[in-house]
């Protein structure tokens, strides 16, 4: 993330007309500081931290869809009929 910062930073100072280029050092830790101020408002997460939820994630689709599959199959096997079906509770 660091690298990327400096990176936007050297750009922006890239576009900074020659005349201002003079206070090239203040405009570049500036520029960092309001860089790193408005990224950390964002609710960013690292890459790696983003893949490895991902594949949590995965896991836990494959394992719902299993159990969904296993619970169809169970409610298969289940005798048909009015009385096996769900009760709403006593009418009245």
């Given at each position: 993330?660091?690298f990327?910062i400096?990176?936007?930073?050297?750009r922006?100072?890239?576009s900074v007309?020659p005349?201002v280029?003079?206070?090239?050092q203040?405009?570049?830790?500036n520029?960092?500081a309001?860089?790193?101020?408005n990224l950390?408002?964002?609710?960013?997460?690292a890459r790696?931290?983003?893949t490895a939820?991902s594949r949590?994630?995965?896991?836990t689709?494959a394992?719902?869809?299993?159990?969904?599959r296993?619970i169809?199959?169970?409610e298969?096997?289940?005798?048909s009929g009015?009385a096996?079906?769900?009760?709403?509770?006593?009418?009245?």
């Open positions: 993330m660091e990327r400096d990176e936007l930073a050297r922006l100072m890239e007309p005349a280029r003079g206070m090239q203040d405009l570049e830790s520029f960092r309001v860089l790193r101020a950390a408002r964002l609710d960013l997460v790696d931290e983003f939820q949590v994630l995965e896991r689709r394992r719902l869809e299993e159990l969904e296993r169809a199959e169970l298969s096997r289940l005798p009015p096996s079906g769900p009760t709403t509770g006593p009418t009245t």
